[in-house]
Structures are given as C-alpha cells and as structure tokens.
C-alpha cells in the first residue's frame, strides 16, 4: 500500500519512524488495532501511543512494535515464539507475517482475551499458552525469531536457548528508565548483540523463578 490519507494510521506511524519493510506494513494495514484494545479504549486506537490493557499491562505503541517486527527480518517460513501476548495485537501482526506463532502470557485473563480477538479476526491457528515467559515454550522450540514485550536484565536464559541457530531475538533490556530495545543473534550457541534500537519504557518481565531472567552482561 502506498502512502496516503487512507492508509491505516499506524502504518503512517510505522513509516514515520523508519520502517520499510513492506511485509511488516502490509501487515500493520491487515489488522485492525481496535479489535486488540479493550472497548474503553477502542476511541484512542488509532494514536501511536501505549494503551492500557489490563492485569497493570500494556498494549506498546503500533510504531515500536513495527520497528522490532522489522528487526526480526522476517520472511514468511518462521516459527517465532512471542513473550507477553496481551490482547493478542503483535501475534495477529505476526500472523501475517510467518508460518507458525506461538505466543506466552502469564495472566490467563489476557490469554483468553487475545484468543477470542484473534479467533474473531480469523487468526484461530495462533497458538496461545499460559505460563512463565521467561521459560519460553520449550515443547515448541526452536524458534527462528523471539519478541519479548517485556524488559529484563538480560535475556533469560532458556530464551537463548530455544533460539534456532541464526535466529534473531528481540527484547528491551535494561533497569527502569534505562531500557533500550536490543536485537540479538543467535551465533555459535550463543546470543551476539547486533543492534540496538532505541529506548523505550516497558513493564517488567516476571518471572515465576529466582535465576531465570539471567544477569546483566
């Protein structure tokens, strides 16, 4: 889709920020960010800003979550693994744009919520599991690429681990206040950081365990 007034406004966000790839704005066009936000916030899905979702979470802005959607390089033959689900928005997104999603949530409130707007926009196949997410989904892994909508230390181990070799992972990284988004590879069983992106302020990735979100590097 080219450029225009009818252009969805958060591709027009997504653009404004530097996002090329057309596969990702194909797929911020296809989905509709006012089925993935609570009916209170259906009026304000439009702005490019964080939404409240529930269980003290949130719903990143469209822009952010098209830049590190980007970052993944995505081709269309992937397995990817998505930490934090919400409302299921970045899963439809993805949806699009790989073969198979799997996405973890640790509130079951907001897992049944997202699979219920991801079976009303056609999107049933999109598997949907509760549990820690710093554990990953180890019965499903390896993954090509991980997204993480939470920030943490550094990446919890079991994450690196369920990385096919090659695979990209993306999470914000960082203390609060300090938090900027990192895109690692995974390279000779180990994760290699090859960007960072940008800063960004995101809700804590929390875990069920004492070591499992690894330690500063």
Same mark, same amino acid.
């Given at each position: ?13 997504a653009?404004? *920020? ?10 911020m066009?296809a989905v509709p960010r006012?089925r ?6 259906r ?7 964080p939404?409240r979702i ?9 822009s952010?979550?098209?830049?590190m959607?980007q970052a993944l390089?995505l081709?269309?033959?992937e397995?990817?693994?998505e930490v ?5 928005y ?12 799997v996405t973890?949530?640790?509130h079951a409130?907001l897992a049944?919520?997202?699979r ?12 949907v599991l ?17 997204? *993480?909508?939470?920030a ?5 181990p079991a ?5 096919a ?5 993306v999470a ?10 990192v895109?690692?590879?995974y ?5 290699v950081?090859?960007e960072?992106?940008t800063?960004?302020?995101f ?15």
């Amino acid at each position: 889709m080219s450029a225009g007034r009818s252009e969805r406004p958060q591709v027009a966000a997504a653009r404004r *920020v530097g996002v090329t790839d057309e596969r990702v704005l194909a797929a911020m066009a296809a989905v509709p960010r006012e089925r993935f936000v609570p009916p209170a916030a259906r009026s304000e899905a439009d702005l490019d800003r964080p939404l409240r979702i529930g269980s003290n979470q949130t719903t990143s802005q469209p822009s952010l979550i098209a830049t590190m959607l980007q970052a993944l390089r995505l081709t269309g033959t992937e397995r990817v693994l998505e930490v934090g689900t919400g409302f299921g928005y970045q899963a439809a997104l993805l949806a699009h744009l790989v073969a198979e999603v799997v996405t973890v949530e640790r509130h079951a409130l907001l897992a049944d919520r997202a699979r219920g707007n991801l079976v009303a926009v056609g999107l049933a196949h999109v598997t949907v599991l509760v549990g820690d997410g710093t554990l990953g989904a180890p019965e499903y892994a390896p993954f090509d690429a991980i997204t *993480v909508a939470a920030a943490a230390p550094a990446v919890p181990p079991a994450l690196a681990e369920q990385l096919a070799p090659g695979g990209r992972l993306v999470a914000p990284i960082g203390p609060r206040g300090q938090q900027v988004v990192v895109v690692y590879e995974y390279r000779d069983g180990q994760l290699v950081v090859v960007e960072r992106l940008t800063a960004v302020r995101f809700v804590p990735l929390v875990s069920d365990g004492p070591d499992r979100l690894g330690r500063d590097r």
